[in-house]
Nanobody, 124 residues
């Protein structure tokens, strides 16, 4: 069983930056693909960014150039650095893990484990 815990959410003004982190325990973290998704009120959960076991990264078009995903296999963590934040980035941000993650996984159903989420609010 893999346990994921997000941290680092909060309130920030538009144009500002925020870093959210996800700590994993259990399993073999280095072999997982890790993803960040977000869900705003009344909307479906959507893909934000992912990083596979080899370190290759993928981004939604809406965050490309503003967000950066990274992982530390020694610490079993995955971070999402968010710059130039916009009010439309406001959502609960979820960390997810996929076992044997060698490819690109932009859909929630492709992940095996989820964290509880952390709120990110961007004020205008």
């Amino acid at each position: 069983q893999v346990h994921l815990v997000e941290s680092g959410g909060g309130l920030v003004q538009a144009g500002g930056s925020l870093r959210v982190s996800c700590a994993a325990s259990g399993g073999t973290f280095s072999t997982y693909a890790m993803g960040w998704f977000r869900q705003a009120p009344g909307k479906e959960r959507e893909f934000v960014a992912a990083i596979n076991w080899s370190g290759r990264t993928y981004y939604a078009d809406s965050v490309k150039g503003r967000f950066t995903i990274s992982r530390d296999n020694a610490e079993n963590t995955v971070d999402l650095q968010m710059n130039s934040l916009k009010p439309e980035d406001t959502a609960v941000y979820y960390c997810a893990a996929r076992v044997n993650g060698v490819g690109y996984y932009p859909y929630p159903y492709q992940y095996n484990y989820w964290g509880q989420g952390t709120q990110v609010t961007v004020s205008s």
